[in-house]
């Protein structure tokens, strides 16, 4: 039977990497208060800020005495996976629940794993260690058998990838001024301007 080399018979990349979890978690509550705004806004509910303020908490400021019930019922809604640890005259502020934090960090690693071990496949490699590392559980094992070319695979590996999606709610139009005629001209706040793939005819690009 084939004998397997290890790294240290035949040397390789050997990595320790640490998955960002907080990163993770702070991208899913911007996410989760850009929801809420957006809820509040289309029943009318003004609000100087809805915003994550850290990895696993969001924060609502500047409510109104008479739009406070409104708020409150909003938030059991739409941040059903967080509890209410503050609320002030005109602040509450909201905390990802203990094992709604554990499980999604679970998952960021899970999904780490599971990119790695496409990523690594470009090397050919076929005795590859992939594998969770540490007491923390935040940790990931890697171990290239053959492998002489550590930079590249620390780019390959550490490179970041971000699917968003994402709603049009306005255009195609024909230019930027034509798009944001219906808001004086001018970007509303938490929208943007982005050029799609299928031009409008007479023009060089779509904006949406």
Do not use: M, N
């Amino acid at each position: 039977e084939r004998v397997r080399l290890g790294l240290d018979l035949q040397g390789g990349v050997h990595l320790v990497l640490r998955v960002r979890t907080d990163e993770g978690l702070r991208f899913e509550a911007e996410g989760e208060a850009r929801r809420l705004r957006e809820e509040a806004e289309l029943v009318g509910i003004e609000l100087a800020s809805i915003a994550a303020t850290l990895p696993t908490e969001v924060q609502v400021s500047g409510i109104s005495v008479a739009r406070e019930p409104e708020v409150r019922e909003l938030a059991t809604v739409w941040l059903d996976d967080y509890e209410r640890i503050e609320a002030t005259a005109d602040r509450h502020r909201y905390r990802l629940l203990p094992d709604v934090e554990r499980a999604r960090r679970d998952e960021t690693v899970e999904q780490a794993l599971l990119t790695v071990g496409r990523r690594v496949e470009a090397f050919g490699v076929t005795e590859q260690v992939i594998t969770r590392h540490g007491a923390g559980r935040d940790q990931i094992l890697v171990q290239l058998p053959g492998v002489d070319d550590v930079d590249g695979a620390k780019e390959v590996i550490r490179s970041t990838g971000v699917l968003e999606l994402t709603l049009v709610e306005r255009g195609p139009a024909r230019t930027r001024d034509e798009l944001l005629a219906a808001s004086q001209g001018a970007v509303p706040r938490d929208r943007r301007v982005v050029v799609g793939p299928d031009p409008v005819p007479g023009t060089t690009g779509r904006g949406s």
